[in-house]
């Protein structure tokens, strides 16, 4: 199951539904929210009441996360707050893939020499011209560090870099 997400608040809310949900006296109701818990391995071969017994909205949180193609609600939460405003596609003649869920792009991307980028609510993978293009340096270590993933940097730290250069660039600033 996925769906589009509009907003972290959308996303706060759907886990408490579906938290709510898992606590249903209807036991349909219960059984599907159940099945949703078990794409976390904690919950996977738990028993319906110790699954009930043991979710909180942390694991539910986790749970939108999943469905959206986040590996966490760290990762969903962060790519809301940072990476939304940095990158902007640019013209120049360069083609890049374009995506309308992470899920997609994030299985179509390869990481050699193609760098995955969000943009409003679609995604896009370029190649390492673009990156020079935008006056980025393709050089730069933290590149490799991130694993090349603007929306979802193995290394935050690296991308919070490559973020303050790119901001820096596109300010004019040297």
């Given amino acids: 199951m996925s769906y589009t997400i509009f907003s972290l608040e959308e996303c706060k809310i759907k886990a408490s539904i579906l938290l709510k949900n898992l606590n249903s006296t209807q036991l349909e109701v219960s059984v599907v929210a159940s099945e949703r818990f078990r794409n976390i391995s904690f919950f996977q071969t738990m028993l319906l009441d110790d699954l009930i017994k043991s979710a909180r909205l942390k694991h539910a949180l986790d749970v939108i996360a999943l469905e959206n193609g986040f590996s966490s609600w760290v990762n ?77 940097p193995s290394n935050k730290l690296a991308w919070e870099r490559l973020n303050k250069l790119n901001l820096q660039h596109a300010k004019g600033d040297k």
């Avoid at 939460?77 to 992470?102: E, N, Q």
């Avoid at 792009?105 to 995955?116: D, K």
């Fill in 76 to 152: 969903l939460k962060f790519y809301f707050m940072k990476t939304k405003t940095s990158i902007l596609p640019a013209g120049g003649g360069f083609l890049h893939k374009w995506f309308s869920s992470y899920k997609e792009a994030r299985a179509n991307f390869t990481a050699i020499n193609e760098f995955l980028f969000p943009y409003k609510k679609d995604f896009f993978i370029a190649n390492a011209g673009y990156i020079d293009y935008i006056g980025l340096d393709i050089t730069n270590p933290d590149w490799q560090l991130i694993g090349n993933n603007w929306v979802e």
